[in-house]
Each structure stands twice: as structure tokens, then as C-alpha cells.
């Protein structure tokens, strides 16, 4: 199993975009799942995450203007951003820490990333 992510693209300063996670076939449970980003030569940047129980954390450049959400049955995650800034540029990943099967342990999964353009 794996994360598939969709809804990257380009948009103007300002504009939204809405990207979404979902593994690749379904899934026993998920604990803390959530999105970095990451702009080549730069360090992986954590923009939000949410817990099991609905904890949403958000990094400081995003607050605010982005927001998570998950779906509880289909353990899938989304990002909703607006406002979009050209410093928003990059790649984002999304994370879920996952389990497949109720006998299987724990794995923290990644996605491929999608690439997410704001043009100024």
C-alpha cells in the first residue's frame, strides 16, 4: 500500500488549490496523517498535520490560510489552501501513519508529491 496524492497544479497569487491523499487500496486505520513541502536545496517543511482524534497542527507561514481535514472511514487527508503565496511553491508531500491490515504493525507512508506553482 501506498499514498496517492492529486490536485497540484498552477495558480496566481491568491488563487486555491485543494490537494488530496488517499492509499492505494483500503486500509485497517491511520493515526497522525498530514502534508510537508519541500523546494529543492531546502529542507522538508512540515505545513499541517491531524491527529486521530481531529488535532490540526499548522506551520507558521500557513496558519491561517490553509486547512486539513481527513476523512475518518476512507483514511484519506485533504489540504485546503488559499490565499496562495508564490512561497508556497513546491512540492508536497503527505504522510499518514497507517496500518493495512489489523495483524500488520504501524508504517509511516509517503506519497510521490505533486508540485504545487504559484505565480506572481
Same mark, same amino acid.
Given at each position: ?7 497540484? +497544479?498552477?495558480?496566481?497569487? %491568491?488563487? *486555491? ?6 492509499? #492505494?487500496?483500503?486500509? @485497517? ?24 482524534? +481531529?488535532?490540526?497542527?499548522? %506551520?507558521? *507561514? ?6 486539513? #481535514?481527513?476523512?475518518? @472511514? ?47
Amino acid at each position: 500500500v501506498h499514498l496517492q496524492e492529486s490536485g497540484g +497544479g498552477l495558480v496566481e497569487t %491568491g488563487g *486555491s488549490l485543494r490537494l488530496s491523499c488517499a492509499p #492505494s487500496k483500503s486500509v @485497517f486505520g491511520a493515526n497522525d496523517m498530514g502534508w510537508y513541502r519541500q523546494v529543492p536545496g531546502h529542507t522538508r517543511e512540515l505545513v499541517a498535520s491531524i491527529t486521530k482524534d +481531529g488535532d490540526a497542527k499548522y %506551520g507558521d *507561514s500557513v496558519k491561517g490560510r490553509f486547512t486539513i #481535514s481527513r476523512d475518518y @472511514f476512507k483514511h484519506t487527508v485533504a489540504l485546503q489552501m488559499n490565499s496562495l503565496q508564490p512561497e508556497d511553491t513546491a512540492i508536497y508531500y503527505c504522510y499518514g501513519d497507517v496500518i493495512e491490515h489489523q495483524w500488520t504493525g504501524w508504517d509511516v507512508l509517503w506519497g510521490q508529491g505533486t508540485q504545487v506553482t504559484v505565480s506572481s
